[in-house]
């Protein structure tokens, strides 16, 4: 029996379909569909029930499914045990924002491949907080308040984020100076929720939203342009914020601190080596 077969039995059991897991695996469909048909003939037992769409786990595929995983995951264990000097290989997904990931985060990852040829990265970038587990993922870097989530997490270090507006929006419109004004402004959202700290009071904002993308760097523009005020990480917009192309707003209600961090799902055994390099990779850039 071999393992990829095991392993993309696992991805196609856990993404719902070839197509879905051989984008995971970054392999064709039909490499995908003949490990499959391998394992199958070797077990003499059908483990998907497949149409043209999805792929559904058979009863016994169910029970296979469990045991495969666990079986790749102590064979990539073991072999990172007896290599941990040694460089890193397989295969490593990861889940990055796209709002200050592709632009910060991504010199990073690229750096962890190029010292490490042998391990193939495959990283999404997204605004919205993904499923580490359904979706297949090793690990996933995210920034907000450290109750955002329960996966298991390690901080990289601080993000500052702050409220903006440009000086054309502020001439017109005025600038907020408590939670109660914000309500009468015009609100550029993205997929977090308006918080600010009042002392040690935290108070959720609920402004009058005009304009809304899942992704925070769209509104960058938006928000030079004058239509309203945003919040935004600082990396987003500090360069608009030195040239004067944008101004802070609510400063004597700060956002409340938020940091980087890395989250992995929920295994019982240690954090894959190559998650481990690259956490530290980030720290040494971010911490």
Same mark, same amino acid.
């Given at each position: ?21 051989? =984008? &995971?695996? @970054? ?9 499959? *048909?391998?394992? /199958? !003939? ?111 997490? =390690? &901080?990289? @270090? ?9 000086? *054309?929006?502020? /001439? !017109? ?111 040494? =850039?971010?911490?």
């Amino acid at each position: 029996m071999d393992i990829e077969e095991l392993r993309t039995f696992v991805e196609v059991a856990d993404a719902g379909g070839i197509t879905s897991a051989a =984008r &995971r695996l @970054g392999v064709s469909k039909s490499i995908v569909s003949r490990r499959l *048909a391998r394992l /199958e !003939k070797n077990l003499g037992i059908q483990l998907l029930a497949r149409n043209t769409r999805d792929a559904a786990l058979t009863e016994a595929g169910a029970t296979f499914r469990d045991h495969a995983a666990k079986i790749c995951a102590e064979i990539d264990f073991a072999v990172e045990i007896i290599q941990p000097g040694g460089g890193l290989r397989g295969r490593l997904r990861v889940a990055a924002p796209l709002t200050f990931g592709s632009s910060h985060f991504a010199p990073v990852i690229t750096a962890l491949a190029q010292q490490h040829p042998e391990l193939h990265v495959h990283t999404h970038y997204s605004d919205h907080m993904v499923d580490l587990v359904a979706e297949g993922f090793d690990c996933g870097i995210w920034f907000g308040r450290v109750d955002q989530s329960s996966l298991p997490k =390690r &901080r990289i @270090g601080p993000m500052i984020a702050m409220y903006v507006a440009s000086p *054309a929006y502020i /001439e !017109k419109h005025g600038s907020p100076e408590t939670p109660e004004e914000m309500t009468t402004h015009q609100a550029l959202m993205g997929n977090w929720a308006w918080p600010v700290m009042d002392g040690d009071q935290l108070i959720e904002m609920k402004p009058n939203t005009r304009f809304q993308a899942d992704a925070g760097i769209a509104l960058v523009p938006a928000v030079l342009a004058g239509m309203g005020i945003a919040g935004l990480p600082v990396p987003a917009v500090e360069e608009h914020l030195a040239s004067g192309a944008l101004v802070p707003v609510m400063l004597r209600y700060p956002v409340p601190d938020f940091a980087i961090y890395v989250s992995t799902p929920p295994s019982q055994h240690p954090v894959p080596r190559r998650v481990q390099v690259l956490t530290d990779m980030l720290i040494d =850039r971010f911490g």
